[in-house]
């Protein structure tokens, strides 16, 4: 049976964070697992239900709180916030990605990390006990990759349906404790040396008489100065006061 339950303050505090870590640093190990993990999402048809997540954090929750994300559609972009989990009704969140709970041995256990109302789902089916086999094989190759700490599981979802040459760009502000989600150009942000990649997904393409399976980047954190946090910034000056222009968040 699958066990969800919400996170708590000490999940993400066991996360490292974006900015004084180099957790956004791939491997040549992490990228076998996630080649891995892709093949398997195909040969189990679950390329278009789950896409896997760097765990990673910006900031952290207040006891009580949960992260939860709402849609914008004009300018398109999400937002994610810390809320107090008991203004919401038992059944009024879904979790939208989350991270495998190694602390029970009872089935597949995760602990949700992100959360959205059933209108942000965009028409992604809740999680249920239909995708514990699932689930249970990616847990199964990320302890064999000894990533089981690494990487988390999404829901698929495109709330803010972009395009194939779109991808998401991710930002936060600490004052605020958002993180922020606008509309990039893949191509763009790809070629930047300074996005992170934190989410994937994989699709099926047919290549003359062969079916290839391809890795897409879905989002990714672009550094701005000495990190991906805009509350340096949104004054419209440098560390040393001086003026800066355009903005940190400018989509690309």
């Not at 997904?201 to 100065?225: K, Y």
């Amino acid at each position: 049976m699958l066990s969800v339950r919400d996170h708590g303050v000490e999940d993400y505090e066991a996360l490292p964070h974006m900015d004084t870590t180099d957790v956004g640093d791939l491997r040549e190990e992490d990228q076998a697992c996630l080649e891995e993990l892709g093949q398997y999402l195909v040969t189990t048809e679950a390329w278009e239900r789950f896409g896997i997540w760097l765990l990673h954090k910006h900031f952290e929750p207040a006891p009580g709180e949960v992260f939860v994300e709402h849609t914008v559609r004009e300018p398109r972009k999400t937002e994610t916030t810390p809320v107090e989990r008991s203004t919401f009704p038992q059944r009024a969140l879904s979790t939208t990605a989350i991270r495998f709970d190694d602390a029970t041995d009872n089935g597949v256990a995760v602990v949700g990390m992100e959360f959205a109302a059933q209108d942000d789902l965009a028409g992604a089916a809740p999680l249920g006990d239909g995708d514990e086999a699932v689930l249970s094989g990616i847990a199964e190759r990320l302890r064999a990759h000894d990533k089981i700490g690494r990487f988390g599981v999404r829901l698929i979802r495109n709330p803010l349906e972009l395009s194939d040459g779109e991808m998401l760009h991710e930002t936060c502000d600490s004052t605020t404790r958002t993180m922020t989600c606008t509309v990039g150009q893949r191509d763009a942000m790809l070629a930047d040396v300074a996005t992170v990649q934190t989410a994937w997904r994989w699709r099926l393409v047919q290549g003359g008489t062969d079916t290839v399976v391809m890795q897409d980047c879905t989002a990714g954190c672009v550094r701005v100065g000495e990190g991906h946090d805009l509350a340096h910034n949104v004054s419209g000056t440098d560390d040393f006061d001086n003026p800066t222009e355009g903005g940190p968040d400018q989509p690309f």
